[in-house]
């Protein structure tokens, strides 16, 4: 089965872009994911095809109409579409890796992205659209940001990293960021290799990355250490 997305949005030819290549390209051409992009303004209703309104209570910019998006939306997804519908926006719950997991376990997603000063409210919850942000910046527009959780979810899909191993290290998957990394040459202008990663003694190496990614976490995002997954599983309720 294939995770299937497919996004809402009113530049289509904004995907697959960057996934397009290297390991997201080739779960793709595999067929492991498959991304279809629709173009909203296809579910306008009038001649000139417009999908945005000025603001109920004046103010800046356009707002994308609710009758529009939730046409486009049952088009794409009709009863017994068991996808989750996300609404990528700066106001969403922040994306995790947990969630990216979770999403990655499922069948696919329907994802709208918002454009605009926003969308009507009425069609995010009559259409109940989860809104998640993939950071606290504001973008120009959702696309990258959906093309940024879709990249998080198709690298862990099975069978998509070359390595079933490669991802159990990473920075957010213990729960803390990772350690830091060296290759050849032992000397690079004339910082050396720390000398316990040359010493053979895996317990040693195994307990100096542990070390290095709690001090890490410490300096950069002390905010993690508070998560149950930094101290390797579930802790009791305080
Ligand atoms: N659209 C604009 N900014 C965004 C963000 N930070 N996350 C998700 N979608 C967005």
């Not at 067929?31 to 009038?46: K, P």
């Not at 910046?137 to 191993?165: C, F, H, K, W």
């Amino acid at each position: 089965m294939s995770f299937r997305a497919t996004v809402l949005t009113l530049y289509p030819e904004m995907f697959p872009g960057h996934l397009g290549q290297s390991l997201a390209g080739r779960a793709l051409e595999r067929g492991d994911a498959v991304i279809e992009a629709v173009n909203i303004r296809d579910y306008a209703h009038d001649r000139h095809r417009s999908v945005d309104d000025t603001p109920a209570g004046g103010g800046a910019g356009m707002v994308l109409r609710p009758d529009v998006l939730a046409e486009a939306i049952d088009a794409v997804s009709p009863d017994g579409d068991e996808r989750p519908r996300l609404l990528m926006s700066p106001r969403g719950r922040p994306l995790t890796q947990a969630r990216v997991r979770d999403l990655a376990a499922g069948p696919g997603a329907v994802i709208v992205c918002g454009r605009f000063e926003g969308v009507d409210q009425r069609v995010i919850e009559a259409r109940r659209l989860e809104e998640v942000s993939i950071g606290d910046y504001v973008l120009s527009g959702g696309e990258p940001a959906a093309l940024t959780l879709l990249d998080a979810v198709i690298r862990v899909l099975p069978g998509v990293m070359g390595n079933a191993q490669s991802g159990a290290h990473e920075s957010f998957e213990t729960g803390l960021l990772e350690h830091p990394h060296y290759t050849r040459p032992q000397v690079f202008e004339g910082r050396e290799i720390p000398p316990v990663l040359v010493s053979g003694n895996h317990a040693a190496i195994e307990a100096w990355r542990q070390a290095q990614s709690l001090e890490l976490t410490r300096q950069r995002r002390p905010d993690l250490l508070d998560r149950p997954e930094a101290a390797g599983g579930p802790q009791p309720a305080k």
